[in-house]
């Protein structure tokens, strides 16, 4: 069942952010081989949905909810983000999060 919890924020990285999780689970598919049925178990991935904005750089939910829909999170693999970006027609330069913690 989906509960509320706080997530980091993709923007100013602060424990902040209030959403509604949902839990990654395993999905029975069931698939014809020439023997009979067999099932197929995958794993969905996990969601958040935005509830509030960042109380501490002010982004709205919906741009938060964006970043987490194109992959701006730390749950995503490297390879997911690229992926996630080119469909999404965004410059594919990933800025790590060590380059993007660096101040002058
Ligand atoms: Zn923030």
């Known amino acids: 069942m989906p509960h509320e919890t706080v997530i980091e924020c993709p923007f100013c990285k602060r424990n902040v952010v209030k959403t509604l999780k949902f839990e990654s689970f ?11 049925t067999k099932y197929v178990y995958h794993r969905t991935s996990e969601k958040y949905e935005v509830l509030d904005k960042c109380p ?8 938060i909810q964006k970043a987490l ?7 995503l693999s490297h390879e997911g983000r690229l992926k996630r970006l080119k469909e ?8 790590s999060k060590r380059e993007m913690k660096k101040r002058p």
């Open 69 to 75: 829909d194109t992959g701006i999170t730390k749950e």
């Open 88 to 95: 999404s027609g965004l410059p594919t330069k990933i800025v």
């Open 26 to 36: 395993l999905q029975a598919e069931r698939t014809h081989i020439s023997a009979g």
């Open 56 to 63: 501490n750089c002010g982004k709205t939910k919906e741009e």
